[in-house]
């Protein structure tokens, strides 16, 4: 089983849209969690962190679930910019190793 | 603020030759870097943690004698991919470590032909 497992993409939704995407964990050890944004052929960049507490910054809504292991990223009001692969993330304390999910693609149309 | 560079940003070369990529974090001192490898329509996977001043440590399946890495100052990792072949083709990826924080390199896209 994969460390970290996302939805198969890609998505494929209109401007203005609501997507959500999950990701699944297999490590409980896990401690930390992000999502990132990776753009065609460039590095991934920080999206946000995600918090027990849920956490919003903008459009933008992260969730983590521990006891499901289960992390979930929403984006409302999709814009076109917002097209990218987005990858779940964890963090082992030990290290700072970061494991990444192979990201779910979204596609935002006119 | 926190940048990091990689040079070469691409690099074309031919089965059997070694290629050197360079990591530098441009504002801040890293003690640890990672270097991270990434396969079309793949995830990164982490191949190896580099720390200054002592010798990198690989995850598992990565070849320590095909990659080598050298962390000589709180600035520079290099990663060398010797006698590389067509399956070395990827995007290379390193992250240099500020705080809890890792910054990544705009990476490395190598093509053995």
């Known amino acids: 089983r994969k460390e970290v497992e996302q939805d198969p993409g890609p998505f494929n939704v209109p401007e203005g849209a609501t997507v959500a995407f999950n990701c699944t964990y297999s490590n409980s050890a896990s401690q930390s969690f992000f999502w990132y944004r990776q753009d065609c052929r460039k590095e991934p960049k920080l999206l946000m962190s995600?918090?027990?507490s849920g956490n919003e910054d903008g459009r933008f809504t992260a969730q983590l679930n521990r006891a499901s292991q289960y992390i979930s990223l929403l984006i409302r009001d999709s814009k076109l910019s917002d097209s990218a692969t987005y990858l779940c993330v964890l963090l082992y304390n030990q290290g700072g190793k970061l494991i990444f999910g192979q990201g779910t693609e979204l596609s935002v149309k006119p | 603020g926190a940048v990091v560079s990689q040079h070469p940003s691409w690099v074309i070369c031919k089965s059997g030759t070694s290629v050197k990529i360079e990591c530098r974090s441009l504002d801040f001192q890293a003690t640890t870097m990672f270097w991270y490898r990434q396969f079309p329509k793949q995830s990164l996977m982490l191949m190896a943690t580099s720390n200054e001043g002592s010798k990198a440590t690989y995850e598992q399946g990565v070849e320590k004698d095909k990659f080598l890495i050298n962390h000589a100052s709180l600035t520079l990792s290099t990663l060398t991919v010797t006698s590389a072949h067509p399956e070395d083709s990827s995007f290379y990826i390193c992250?240099?470590?500020?705080?809890?924080?890792?910054?990544f390199g705009p990476g490395t896209r190598l093509t053995v032909t």
């Open positions: 992250s240099a470590q500020k705080r809890d924080e890792q910054y």
């Open positions: 995600v918090y027990s």
